[in-house]
């Protein structure tokens, strides 16, 4: 039950929390545990800033197939 009361605890300060430096931190840690190597941990880092600043374009998936079909 220790592990449960520390997930409560963690997802109420994370949902709170507007320290950046703590939550990059975080999510470096995070990150390390899915068994990146680093080449992989700087592709997704770099991933990560061009979502969060909104450069990243999206196609839902009709969009995706009219595309696709119009080049046949």
């Known amino acids: 039950m220790e592990s449960e009361?520390?997930?409560?605890?963690l997802i109420h300060w994370l949902s709170e929390t507007n320290d950046l430096d703590a939550l990059k931190k975080i999510q470096k840690i995070r990150h390390?545990?899915?068994?990146?190597?680093?080449?992989?941990?700087?592709i997704l880092e770099q991933r990560m800033e061009k979502y969060e600043s909104g450069l990243m374009k999206f196609s839902s998936w009709d969009d995706v197939k009219k595309r696709v079909t119009a080049r046949k």
């Open 32 to 42: 390390s545990s899915l068994g990146l190597s680093p080449e992989q941990e700087a």
């Open 5 to 9: 009361a520390i997930k409560l605890d």
